[in-house]
């Protein structure tokens, strides 16, 4: 038997050895000028290394657990433009052995895929990706366009994409970033997704079980026309975004869009109910002329946000910040748990400029609605026809016309004011000035010109800011 182990593990050894590094130059100064003819010569283990220049082709892995790579993102370019078809695909069962790196993928137009509601449609116009699970990695994903997932669709398969850029792609269906549909269960890390628009998910539409992880990323200045400025999330998927950012997104043309940021929707033909999470995500300046500025929960959406951001947004109906909404019997509420979040500075045309609650049953707890503005009624929050939501622990201030308008469960634990009290020596802005803040002066003490430990704003953190905190000692609320 260990002669057996022995010898498997010299075979192993003596494959990895057979391994080839290949070149690629389209001035042919290389083994190929076609980045597919080392594709097709390659074989598992293989690395080919593509010079700069611009390759007006496509390429296909053929199931190769090989690593395409470019020597520089911004100068080794694949161009679809005169060729049609998605520019890399990945149908073949790849796993995260198949590897495609630091190349700047731009000019497809997808492949034909059927879409479950909407039958065969171009896909992936920069990357088509149908039952397999690479790893794509430092690539800049632009220029674009198909009927979903301008950048790049998924459907059935799990692929790791880091450190990527996918700017300024087109859907004239869903995802005008990235488009997930069918059991996706990807990680998408330190990814800009940003500038893309899209009749639905301006940045991506996660669809049917689509469960993605979503770190660290940007989903900032996308367009849609319809729901999902940012993201947007429907039938059954539940992906967890953890520390991202949706800023600037905008939803126009639709007078009944919904989710500037981020627009969840469970119910519906082919829905189901989704329970994603975001956690440590902000929401800023985002637009929608429906419901929901910064994001929009409806019809069996069971969103957790937890330490989320919601700053700026505005709505042209209801709900600058967030909009919980659902069917006259209650049948598919939205129960969107809210947990430590500030709803600041949002406003909405109509009723709830922080957060608008229409038949639905959200629990808000330990959150922080401030200085918001709707032109009806329930500048912080507005309930309508919404008896069973509960709020708890959370302080409203500065809001108008009016800090809460309609019936709601109260959980005790809030406190209501029409000004923001300014506490001064609150330094961490967690509403109590005690022994923290003062080590945060201590710890800063001399020259400082514009730092928040500065209590005073003379340049200088010294006894006068430590007098400030000890005259402000205890909560602020």
Same mark, same amino acid.
């Given at each position: 038997? $260990?002669?057996?182990?022995?010898?498997?593990?010299?075979?192993?050894?003596?494959?990895?050895?057979?391994?080839?590094?290949?070149?690629?130059?389209?001035?042919?100064?290389?083994?190929?000028?076609?980045?597919?003819?080392?594709?097709?010569?390659? %074989?598992?283990?293989?690395?080919?290394?593509?010079?700069?220049?611009?390759?007006?082709?496509?390429?296909?892995?053929?199931?190769?657990?090989?690593?395409?790579?470019?020597?520089?993102? $911004?100068?080794?370019?694949?161009?679809?433009?005169?060729?049609?078809?998605?520019?890399?695909?990945?149908?073949?069962?790849?796993?995260?052995?198949?590897?495609?790196?630091?190349?700047?993928?731009? !000019?497809?137009?997808?492949?034909?895929?059927?879409?479950?509601?909407?039958? +065969?449609?171009?896909?992936?116009?920069?990357?088509?990706?149908?039952?397999?699970?690479?790893?794509?990695?430092?690539?800049?994903?632009?220029?674009?366009?198909?009927?979903? !997932?301008? #950048?790049?669709?998924?459907?059935?398969?799990?692929?790791?994409?880091?450190?990527?850029?996918?700017?300024?792609? $087109?859907?004239? #269906? &869903?995802?005008?970033?990235?488009?997930?549909?069918? @059991?996706?269960?990807?990680?998408?890390?330190?990814?800009?997704?940003?500038?893309?628009?899209?009749?639905?998910?301006?940045?991506?539409?996660?669809?049917?079980?689509?469960?993605?992880?979503?770190?660290?990323?940007?989903?900032?200045?996308?367009?849609?026309?319809?729901? #999902?400025?940012?993201?947007?999330?429907?039938?059954? +998927? %539940?992906?967890?975004?953890? %520390?991202?950012?949706?800023?600037? @997104?905008?939803?126009?043309?639709?007078?009944?869009?919904?989710?500037?940021? /981020?627009?969840?929707?469970?119910?519906?033909?082919?829905?189901?109910?989704?329970?994603?999470?975001?956690?440590?995500?902000?929401?800023?300046?985002?637009?929608?002329?429906?419901?929901?500025?910064?994001?929009?929960?409806?019809?069996? /959406?069971?969103?957790?946000?937890?330490?989320?951001?919601?700053?700026?947004? &505005?709505?042209?109906?209801?709900?600058?910040?967030?909009?919980?909404?659902?069917?006259?019997? &209650?049948?598919?509420?939205?129960?969107?748990?809210?947990?430590?979040?500030?709803?600041?500075?949002?406003?909405?045309?109509?009723?709830?400029?922080?957060? &608008?609650?229409?038949?639905?049953?959200?629990?808000?707890?330990?959150?922080?609605?401030?200085? @918001?503005?709707?032109?009806?009624?329930?500048?912080?929050?507005?309930?309508?026809?919404?008896?069973?939501?509960?709020?708890?622990? %959370?302080?409203?201030?500065?809001?108008?016309?009016?800090?809460? $308008?309609?019936?709601?469960?109260?959980?005790?634990?809030?406190?209501?004011?029409?000004?923001?009290?300014?506490?001064?020596?609150?330094?961490?802005?967690?509403?109590?000035?005690?022994?923290?803040?003062?080590? /945060?002066?201590?710890?800063?003490?001399?020259?400082?010109?514009?730092?928040?430990?500065?209590?005073?704003?003379?340049?200088?953190?010294?006894?006068?800011?430590?007098?400030?905190?000890?005259?402000?000692?205890? +909560?602020?609320?």
């Amino acid at each position: 038997m $260990e002669r057996v182990k022995i010898l498997s593990l010299i075979l192993c050894a003596s494959s990895n050895s057979f391994a080839t590094f290949w070149t690629v130059d389209d001035d042919g100064k290389a083994d190929f000028n076609s980045i597919q003819a080392a594709i097709d010569a390659s %074989s598992d283990g293989d690395v080919i290394s593509v010079q700069e220049g611009i390759y007006y082709e496509t390429i296909n892995f053929q199931g190769k657990a090989i690593t395409v790579k470019g020597v520089n993102v $911004e100068t080794t370019i694949i161009d679809g433009s005169f060729t049609g078809g998605s520019i890399v695909t990945f149908d073949s069962g790849e796993t995260n052995l198949s590897v495609l790196s630091q190349l700047w993928i731009r !000019g497809g137009s997808g492949t034909y895929w059927t879409d479950p509601i909407f039958g +065969s449609q171009l896909c992936g116009g920069g990357i088509f990706c149908d039952q397999s699970s690479p790893m794509i990695q430092l690539c800049n994903i632009t220029d674009n366009t198909a009927w979903g !997932g301008g #950048g790049l669709f998924v459907t059935d398969g799990d692929p790791y994409i880091i450190f990527c850029k996918c700017i300024n792609n $087109e859907a004239t #269906g &869903h995802g005008g970033g990235f488009y997930l549909n069918n @059991n996706v269960n990807a990680i998408i890390d330190l990814c800009d997704i940003s500038n893309n628009s899209a009749s639905w998910g301006g940045g991506m539409t996660c669809m049917v079980q689509s469960d993605p992880q979503i770190l660290n990323c940007w989903f900032n200045e996308n367009i849609t026309y319809n729901v #999902g400025g940012g993201i947007f999330i429907r039938s059954s +998927s %539940s992906p967890d975004v953890f %520390s991202s950012e949706f800023n600037n @997104n905008v939803q126009i043309s639709n007078p009944l869009g919904s989710g500037g940021g /981020a627009c969840i929707y469970g119910s519906g033909n082919g829905g189901g109910p989704c329970y994603p999470t975001f956690t440590f995500c902000s929401f800023e300046n985002n637009t929608v002329q429906g419901d929901g500025g910064g994001m929009a929960a409806a019809y069996d /959406a069971h969103p957790k946000l937890t330490d989320c951001y919601f700053g700026s947004n &505005h709505a042209g109906r209801s709900g600058g910040g967030l909009a919980c909404v659902a069917d006259p019997d &209650h049948l598919f509420s939205s129960t969107a748990d809210v947990e430590g979040c500030t709803i600041e500075s949002n406003t909405a045309d109509e009723e709830g400029g922080g957060i &608008h609650v229409r038949f639905s049953d959200p629990m808000i707890s330990s959150t922080s609605v401030i200085g @918001n503005i709707a032109t009806i009624t329930g500048g912080g929050i507005n309930f309508f026809d919404s008896p069973d939501a509960r709020l708890s622990n %959370s302080v409203l201030c500065g809001n108008m016309p009016n800090a809460i $308008e309609g019936i709601y469960s109260d959980g005790g634990g809030n406190s209501m004011s029409d000004s923001c009290t300014v506490c001064e020596g609150d330094v961490n802005g967690d509403d109590i000035v005690n022994v923290t803040d003062l080590l /945060a002066v201590v710890g800063s003490w001399g020259p400082c010109e514009g730092c928040n430990v500065d209590i005073n704003n003379d340049g200088f953190v010294n006894v006068t800011d430590l007098l400030i905190i000890v005259g402000n000692w205890g +909560s602020c609320l």
